[in-house]
């Protein structure tokens, strides 16, 4: 199994620009989530999927961002316009929740470093 | 917004000694994790740990999960220069269960 695969692994763009990280769940896997990681804000939950569904978006900073999950073995993350605050790594990660317990032991993709001049 | 706040959030210890770091959360929870992460990488799976469980072990790890305290600590024993990374606690919200919210984390050095 690949993993989680998320690409473009860093990308730098201008403010402005219409930014998009893409994101391969593991096969198999119902849940999809998306992280962003800073130094001063530590590792925020964005959006959750469930079965291609959004479940809670509450995390999404802004109208400027956008998830979506058009089938079971894809997902984007779309800024625009970019801004200069919004310089992080972003993650995804996939699971499949225990039965029973509703847990979601996460595997997480190698990130997406982006940044915005 | 974050349910788990670790403590320290930066630990320094020779080869060998023993590591613990601790996590304290906000409201009642179905369960604990903790994961590493190793710089300049995804973080990866240690421990689920489920609110009835007071106890558990893997490896050269072992969790504790205090609910009447809403603390929980992660020990490393006998530990090696490959476990300096840092090191977070996630639980669920409290109301969905399948959600994951990840502390700030503990930085973990340890000197060979």
């Known amino acids: 199994d690949a993993g989680v695969i998320q690409s473009p692994r860093h990308e730098v763009t201008e403010m402005g620009q219409e930014v998009t990280l893409r994101c391969k769940p593991i096969s198999g896997h119902d849940y999809l989530f998306w992280y962003r990681q800073t130094m001063m804000r530590g590792l925020e939950l964005l959006i959750y999927?469930?079965?291609?569904?959004?479940?809670?978006d509450s995390g999404m900073p802004e109208d400027r961002f956008s998830a979506k999950m058009p089938n079971a073995s894809f997902s984007t993350l779309k800024i625009q316009p970019s801004e200069p605050r919004d310089s992080a790594v972003y993650f995804c990660?996939?699971?499949?929740?225990?039965?029973?317990?509703?847990?979601?032991?996460?595997?997480f993709g190698a990130g997406s470093r982006l940044t915005v001049l | 917004s974050q349910q788990g706040e670790e403590d320290p959030q930066a630990l320094s210890i020779q080869e060998g000694e023993n590591a613990t770091m601790n996590c304290s959360y906000k409201t009642s929870i179905n369960n604990l994790q903790w994961y590493r992460q190793n710089s300049g990488r995804g973080l990866v799976h240690l421990i689920l740990?489920?609110?009835?469980?007071r106890e558990k072990h893997s490896g050269r790890l072992r969790v504790t999960l205090d609910t009447s305290k809403k603390s929980s600590s992660l020990l490393i024993t006998a530990s090696r220069a490959a476990d300096t990374a840092s090191y977070f606690c996630?639980?669920?919200?409290?109301?969905?269960?399948?959600?994951?919210?990840f502390g700030p984390g503990t930085s973990l050095s340890v000197i060979p």
């Open positions: 990660a996939s699971s499949y929740s225990l039965s029973g317990s509703g847990a979601n032991v996460l595997t």
């Open positions: 996630a639980t669920d919200d409290g109301t969905s269960y399948d959600k994951v919210i």
């Open positions: 999927f469930n079965n291609n569904v959004p479940i809670d």
């Open positions: 740990i489920r609110s009835n469980e």
